[in-house]
């Protein structure tokens, strides 16, 4: 079965820190990768995907994510947060765009 | 270009009571789905429309339906109502059902069954 892992449920760190988000992922077949910020109240945005390639993504708002298959992980990564970048953040996995299975996200808070 | 649309923002329900939940998605898109967050079950994916016809479905009761139509906006209802239904029900839209396509959301509506 497909299935996404998120195993920070929340994350703090201080604005201008680095950030990573761990994602794990099980899924059959090639999965294609996203990540998604929302922020409270709203929808997703999509911060980056990934679908083939280079396993190293460049997002928005200066995010990356590496792909590591040996690992099953998509991880995002942020090298200076910023106060804005509060939110909650999704991985998901899907083979087409519009039937994805979410993680259970990671509330990240921003230390001033 | 704007983007997804769904109305209304805000519902409040009574258990046992009928709703209906409307999304337009972005100009050109074919396809439209829907999911249901909960803060219990995080993102869990409903059903998913292609040109008028339901080509995945999740699991969940048949108290959750859908269609779309010709100019793929899309509705979903949820029948007799459960206190359980309450949740942020997101919409999301993509070009088509094929490989290397995103999915682009929609605010959400955010139904109360009280």
């Known amino acids: 079965a497909q299935s996404v892992t998120q195993p920070d449920i929340h994350i703090t760190v201080s604005e201008g820190a680095s950030l990573e988000l761990r994602c794990n992922y099980s899924?059959?077949?090639?999965?294609?990768l996203f990540w998604y910020v929302q922020s409270p109240g709203q929808g997703l945005q999509l911060l980056l995907k990934y679908f083939s390639g280079d396993t190293l993504v460049q997002g928005i708002k200066g995010f990356e994510a590496e792909f590591k298959r040996s690992q099953s992980s998509f991880n995002l990564r942020k090298p200076s947060v910023h106060w804005s970048d509060a939110a909650e953040y999704f991985c998901a996995v899907g083979r087409y765009g519009n039937k994805l299975v979410f993680g259970a996200g990671t509330i990240l808070r921003v230390k001033s | 270009k704007a983007g997804v649309t769904q109305t209304p923002r805000y519902l409040i329900k009574t258990r046992g009571q009928q709703v209906t939940l409307s999304c337009s998605p972005i100009s050109g898109h074919r396809s439209v789905s829907w999911y249901q967050q909960t803060p219990g079950q995080g993102l869990q994916f409903l059903f998913e429309y292609f040109s008028e016809t339901q080509r995945n479905k999740g699991n969940f009761p048949g108290r959750f339906s859908g269609r779309q139509f010709s100019n793929s906006r899309s509705e979903m209802n949820v029948s007799t109502l459960e206190l359980g239904d309450s949740a942020l029900y997101l919409c999301a839209s993509s070009e088509g059902t094929g490989q290397n396509t995103e999915a682009f959301f929609g605010q959400g509506t955010r139904l109360t069954v009280v």
């Open positions: 899924y059959g077949a090639t999965p294609y």
